[in-house]
């Protein structure tokens, strides 16, 4: 690539200069996932990009209430979630079921993985915000689904049925966890631990 403009959604060439020869075909690609059409309640922007001679005009589409959490939602959403006791609150949580989760697993099957979970589901029109994060067994989460009347004591029916074998992990097991994952184990209660020489 040789040359990156920046237009507006409105089309036409944009100043000139910078190596783009204005006079080249231009070929529309919608980058993957834009819909076809403009929503109101999005923003675009175009970036006219010269390749072997030819430009292109790429559309990015920018929504205003994205799917997933940021990454910064994610850390505040992370940390309003209940600590274990003696265990480091940057790496071990409880979702409000009770279901110890280990930070290091999001999104995978197992016992202590984690998703961050919308209270009111997206796509009931549950936004992106701290407000409306909850950290959740993985699990539980995709059992959960976009329902919205749906008590704790179901959840916690779901969670069982779901991974019938979990359990509460022992000290060992988080120990050994915090090892693999991590290299060292760290305490709440002080600064002590075990390190790997």
């Keep these: 690539m040789?040359?990156?403009?920046?237009?507006?959604?409105?089309?036409?060439?944009?100043?000139?200069?910078?190596?783009?020869?204005?006079?080249?075909?231009?070929?529309?690609?919608?980058?993957?996932?834009?819909?076809?059409?403009?929503?109101?309640?999005?923003?675009?922007?175009?970036?006219?990009?010269?390749?072997a001679g030819e430009e292109y005009e790429l559309y990015v589409e920018q929504a205003a209430n994205p799917r997933s959490f940021s990454h910064s939602v994610k850390a505040q959403c992370w940390d309003k979630a209940e600590k274990v006791k003696g265990r480091d609150p940057d790496r071990w949580r409880r979702d409000y079921l009770g279901n110890v989760l280990f930070r290091k697993l999001v999104g995978c099957p197992g016992c202590y993985c984690h998703d961050y979970d919308h209270?009111?589901?997206?796509?009931?029109?549950?936004?992106?915000?701290?407000?409306?994060?909850?950290?959740?067994?993985?699990?539980?989460?995709?059992?959960?689904?976009?329902?919205?009347?749906?008590?704790?004591?179901?959840?916690?029916?779901?969670?069982?049925?779901r991974t019938p074998a979990c359990r509460a992990p022992s000290d060992r097991e988080m120990d050994f966890m915090e090892l693999s994952a991590y290299g060292d184990i760290r305490r709440s209660d002080g600064p002590g631990g075990c390190f790997i020489q």
């Design 2 to 51: 040789s040359s990156r403009r920046e237009s507006s959604r409105g089309g036409g060439p944009v100043g000139g200069g910078g190596g783009v020869s204005l006079g080249s075909p231009r070929r529309r690609r919608r980058q993957r996932g834009s819909p076809s059409s403009p929503r109101s309640s999005s923003s675009s922007s175009a970036a006219v990009v010269e390749v």
């Design 119 to 161: 209270i009111t589901p997206f796509s009931k029109g549950g936004l992106s915000t701290l407000d409306n994060c909850q950290v959740l067994r993985a699990s539980v989460n995709r059992a959960k689904g976009n329902k919205t009347e749906i008590s704790k004591a179901e959840l916690i029916q779901m969670s069982v049925r």
